[in-house]
């Protein structure tokens, strides 16, 4: 498990990250391409992916507050991976991050009105399996013995 945090190449986490972010892609290409016939599969995939990111973010909230009795948890760290998180992992979230934030955004303006647009909700995973992986992987500095 150690070396599992270290690297974080094998964390399901990350996996969700790139796997979620190749699926978008291909959904909203095949969306955009033929609304008609691929636009409820955006939709759902969409709303999916902000389903499980709405999760992941109740999880990291409780996982940090779980962690700051015994550790200095900040939300920058916690929500951002800031100096939390090795740059490998940080790169990884947030290139992941802004290919699919592109992605949604980019099909959504040119299928506006239609399922397509639920693509914008997508990145929401993104943003919870960052923060999770945070709460239970990142760094953190340990609390004093400073009663205050």
């Given at each position: 498990m150690q070396g599992e945090q270290q690297s974080g190449g094998s964390s399901y986490l990350v996996r969700i990250a790139w796997q979620s972010t190749f699926m978008l892609?291909?959904?909203?290409?095949a969306g955009v391409a033929a609304p008609?016939?691929?636009g409820v599969a955006v939709a759902v995939l969409s709303l999916l992916m902000f389903g499980l990111g709405l999760a992941f973010l109740l999880l990291a909230l409780l996982g940090g507050l779980?962690?700051?009795?015994?550790?200095e948890v900040t939300v920058a760290g916690l929500f951002?991976?800031?100096?939390?998180?090795?740059?490998?992992?940080?790169r990884l979230f947030l290139w992941c991050l802004v290919f699919?934030?592109?992605?949604?955004?980019?099909?959504?303006?040119l299928?506006?009105?239609t399922e397509i647009a639920f693509a914008i909700l997508a990145p929401t995973v993104l943003f919870g399996s960052a923060a999770l992986w945070s709460a239970q992987h990142g760094s953190f500095t340990g609390r004093g013995n400073?009663?205050?």
């Amino acid at each position: 498990m150690q070396g599992e945090q270290q690297s974080g190449g094998s964390s399901y986490l990350v996996r969700i990250a790139w796997q979620s972010t190749f699926m978008l892609l291909m959904f909203a290409v095949a969306g955009v391409a033929a609304p008609d016939n691929f636009g409820v599969a955006v939709a759902v995939l969409s709303l999916l992916m902000f389903g499980l990111g709405l999760a992941f973010l109740l999880l990291a909230l409780l996982g940090g507050l779980r962690r700051s009795r015994m550790e200095e948890v900040t939300v920058a760290g916690l929500f951002l991976l800031h100096e939390t998180a090795p740059k490998k992992i940080q790169r990884l979230f947030l290139w992941c991050l802004v290919f699919q934030l592109v992605t949604g955004f980019t099909a959504a303006g040119l299928r506006p009105y239609t399922e397509i647009a639920f693509a914008i909700l997508a990145p929401t995973v993104l943003f919870g399996s960052a923060a999770l992986w945070s709460a239970q992987h990142g760094s953190f500095t340990g609390r004093g013995n400073d009663p205050s």
